[in-house]
């Protein structure tokens, strides 16, 4: 047996894809767009707010990464890399489409205890323990989503990148290029606007 042989490339690590892309694999690009399709779909339609939007951008990533693939540092990670464009993307189309014209629930977030924080932040998890029935179930979903989605551009995106896709904040950093404290500070900002809009909206339903 030979200890050198090729792994598949649907086990292969995505830089070691890249890798076999320039060395002249090409059908090994579509297995890193599957790799991160949903994923990456999921993000872009919480990003965006619209569905058609986020194909849209979806597209316009991957595209961009076609493009600049031979300029990727395998030494780095792609997907950080992935999620940077396709933020960027998002956020040149919201600013192209001015969809977001406002700002809602810009009042300022008071520091509260850390349990405080994480019982908002639960409300998001997918694994959250939700009434049995179905249609209720579905509601609270749809209400965290709206939340989640009426959140300012630079609060939203903080939010799903180290929440929903859990990347470490100095990624995200790197990411958006702002600094760490930046990104700690946005997304303390992020969870107090989450909880106040979440209030408002249960209490609009009570």
């Known amino acids: 047996m030979d200890i050198h042989a090729e792994k598949s490339p649907d086990s ?31 993000f872009l339609v919480r990003f965006t707010s619209n569905r058609a939007a986020a194909e849209d951008v979806f ?13 990727f540092e395998t030494s780095r990670r792609f997907k950080p890399w992935l999620f940077t464009i396709a933020a960027n993307k998002a956020r040149d189309h919201l600013r192209r489409s001015k969809r977001r014209s406002t700002v809602p629930l810009s009042a300022p977030v008071q520091s509260g205890p850390n349990d405080q ?20 179930r579905k509601e609270i979903q749809q209400r965290v989503s709206e939340v989640v989605q009426g959140l300012p551009d ?53």
């Open 12 to 42: 292969a690590a995505d830089e070691r894809l890249i890798e076999m892309y320039r060395d002249g694999q090409e059908e090994v690009f579509s297995v890193l767009v599957n790799r991160y399709q949903q994923e990456l779909f999921h």
């Open 59 to 71: 597209q316009e990533t991957f595209l961009q990464v076609y493009r600049s693939i031979d300029s």
């Open 117 to 136: 924080d994480k019982q908002f932040l639960d409300l998001m998890e997918a694994d959250l323990p939700l009434p049995e029935d179905e249609a209720a």
């Open 154 to 206: 630079h609060l939203r995106e903080i939010l799903l990148l180290a929440y929903f896709h859990q990347f470490p904040y100095q990624q995200i950093a790197d990411m958006l290029e702002i600094p760490l404290g930046t990104v700690k500070s946005r997304l303390h900002s992020a969870v107090g606007t989450f909880a106040q809009s979440w209030k408002k909206q249960m209490g609009a339903h009570e």
